[in-house]
T-cell receptor, first 111, second 113 residues
Framework: DAKTTQPNSMESNEEEPVHLPCNHSTISGTDYIHWYRQLPSQGPEYVIHGLTSNVNNRMASLAIAEDRKSSTLILHRATLRDAAVYYCILTSGGSNYKLTFGKGTLLTVNP | GAGVSQSPSNKVTEKGKDVELRCDPISGHTALYWYRQSLGQGLEFLIYFQGNSAPDKSGLPSDRFSAERTGGSVSTLTIQRTQQEDSAVYLC???????????FGSGTQLSVL
């Protein structure tokens, strides 16, 4: 399975944008890029996903590099409730079958 | 509507006892997944159910672990003769089908003393 690499932790200030990077240099043409986040004491929560084009939804934006070897999750205005572990995951053909969650990026948001 | 429900939320048991963990997926979701998360670690895939197909049990760590899904809805994960290394948060997720986003429950925190 193609692997992703994320920083262990990042810090942001409230109401500022946050850019969470993910490297996936061995991504294949049919791999989708998914982001989930896990708030303290909760199960993971879907954030966004994409294949080639940049994507926007009410939670975040996903910017995908032209060569697809990296992507960035963008939180436009961080809030304290965005403090969580963010996971970048590749899914083969978009299938959720046997998703591999790494250790993700722990985002701390300062008031 | 209701999300994925897991029970109990916390379970403390003695080494060697059997435990059953329950998952109620979102109604209509055909795919159901069990994951395990040990302290400070990522999620570890355990088992996957899709409709009436045979489940993929390839992630179960030993034959002490088993799971079933009755009527295509509720699922039970059973751990026999629990060991201390079984202590973890057990997470259940469901999706409308395998290509749709996962919805996770809040998990069952299992502590084996």
């Amino acid at each position: 399975d193609a692997k992703t690499t994320q920083p262990n932790s990042m810090e942001s200030n409230e109401e500022e944008p946050v850019h969470l990077p993910c490297n996936h240099s061995t991504i294949s043409g049919t791999d989708y890029i998914h982001w989930y986040r896990q708030l303290p004491s909760q199960g993971p929560e879907y954030v966004i996903h994409g294949l080639t084009s940049n994507v926007n939804n009410r939670m975040a934006s996903l910017a995908i590099a032209e060569d697809r070897k990296s992507s960035t999750l963008i939180l436009h205005r961080a809030t304290l409730r965005d403090a969580a572990v963010y996971y970048c995951i590749l899914t083969s053909g978009g299938s959720n079958y046997k998703l591999t969650f790494g250790k993700g990026t722990l985002l701390t948001v300062n008031p | 509507g209701a999300g994925v429900s897991q029970s109990p939320s916390n379970k403390v048991t003695e080494k060697g006892k059997d435990v059953e963990l329950r998952c109620d997926p979102i109604s209509g979701h055909t795919a159901l997944y069990w994951y395990r998360q040990s302290l400070g670690q990522g999620l570890e895939f355990l088992i996957y159910f899709q409709g009436n197909s045979a489940p993929d049990k390839s992630g179960l760590p030993s034959d002490r672990f088993s799971a079933e899904r009755t009527g295509g809805s509720v699922s039970t994960l059973t751990i026999q003769r629990t060991q201390q290394e079984d202590s973890a948060v057990y997470l259940c997720a469901s999706s409308l089908e395998v290509r749709e986003k996962l919805f996770f429950g809040s998990g069952t925190q299992l502590s084996v003393l």
